[in-house]
């Protein structure tokens, strides 16, 4: 069996991830590992005897590859995609796709006129529980959702800081926003609101600590977004979805399906990173393509996500007519 050759740019903690589900895949071979942090992609290239480069120029001009994985910081996309691109590499890329909203609708139209095979992070579409959620509301749709992400402040300092990770809504909470998407179809029109708080210990921190969103859906559906970074652990991830008789709630891990009978829970089965990564591999290598989210695809979920961040900023309501 001819494996296929994969490179990563950035080799942190999402990278992680994704490097434990594809070296059960007897089908792949990790190559080359590009970082910054050299010795970060030195670790990587020990442990599954690749290349190790400082940076994702020399390892696309030296690694013979047919597919990579962007796994790097909101602030940092842009020239890894790029070069992909230029080379005419498949490639996987982890969420937000850039905090400059024209530098990736660029990246979707040189992905279209390619014709690549791309996939993107958000791999709650790859729960099954999310799968029972569709199914329930198929034949009675959502008309209220309820989102939050309310959690800790993660340890990275760029995290803190707007202009490098764009803040909580465009770094964490657009799973959310994916799912809501996944779920009740697209937004028309979004509101956001978003307070800070200075924090002790967390020197620099600029992003919301508090913010909310509201949505409106082409559907008729309506919508809500909570997120706070002010906690120090994780106390909820997930959204609520409420349709004619039916209440549902979703977190990565499980679902409670309220009729109005008791509220069971139903626990995920599996494991969505791995059912992703196999989706991409798949298609990469010429199998049926069963990729749920495509750039292109990604590209609609952004746009909200940013479009609630600019409405906090703003002041304003946002129709996503404008920006389409």
């Not at 990587?44 to 796994?71: K, N, Q, S």
């Not at 005419?88 to 390619?114: G, M, T």
């Not at 309506?222 to 039916?246: Q, S």
């Not at 591999?281 to 750039?295: C, F, L, Q, T, W």
Request: with cysteine; net charge negative.
């Amino acid at each position: 069996m001819s494996k296929t050759r994969i490179g990563f740019i950035g080799v942190g903690g999402i990278a992680q991830r994704h490097l434990g589900v594809l070296e059960q895949f007897p089908d792949v071979s990790l190559v080359a590992f590009a970082d910054p942090d050299f010795d970060r992609a030195v670790d990587a290239a020990a442990r599954f005897g690749a290349r190790a480069f400082a940076d994702h120029t020399g390892m696309l001009e030296a690694a013979d590859l047919d597919a990579v994985y962007i796994c790097v910081p909101p602030f940092a996309h842009g020239a890894p995609e790029q070069a992909v691109i230029a080379r005419n590499l498949p490639f996987f890329v982890e969420k937000p796709l850039s905090l400059d909203i024209n530098l990736a609708e660029e990246l979707a139209r040189a992905v279209d006129a390619a014709g690549l095979v791309t996939a993107v992070g958000y791999h709650w579409r790859y729960l099954d529980i999310v799968e029972e959620a569709r199914r329930r509301l198929a034949d009675r749709p959502a008309q209220l959702l309820s989102g939050y992400w309310l959690d800790q402040t993660p340890p990275p300092q760029w995290w803190w800081r707007a202009d490098r990770s764009g803040g909580q809504m465009v770094e964490q909470a657009t799973h959310i926003i994916d799912l809501a998407r996944y779920l009740a179809g697209e937004v028309t029109q979004v509101f956001g609101l978003a307070g800070h708080m200075a924090r002790e210990g967390f020197p620099g921190l600029d992003v919301a600590t508090a913010s909310t969103a509201s949505l409106r859906f082409a559907s008729g559906a309506i919508g809500n977004l909570g997120a706070t970074c002010l906690l120090g652990w994780g106390h909820r991830v997930g959204l609520h979805v409420f349709a004619d008789g039916l209440a549902l709630e979703l977190s990565d891990h499980d679902i409670m399906i309220d009729v109005g009978a008791g509220r069971p829970v139903m626990h995920a089965q599996g494991d969505p990173v791995w059912a992703e990564d196999r989706d991409f591999i798949d298609a990469v290598r010429g199998e049926a393509n069963r990729i749920r989210s495509p750039y292109g695809e990604a590209l609609k979920t952004h746009r909200v996500a940013l479009a609630i961040a600019t409405s906090a900023r703003e002041g304003r309501a946002i129709d996503m007519a404008e920006d389409n």
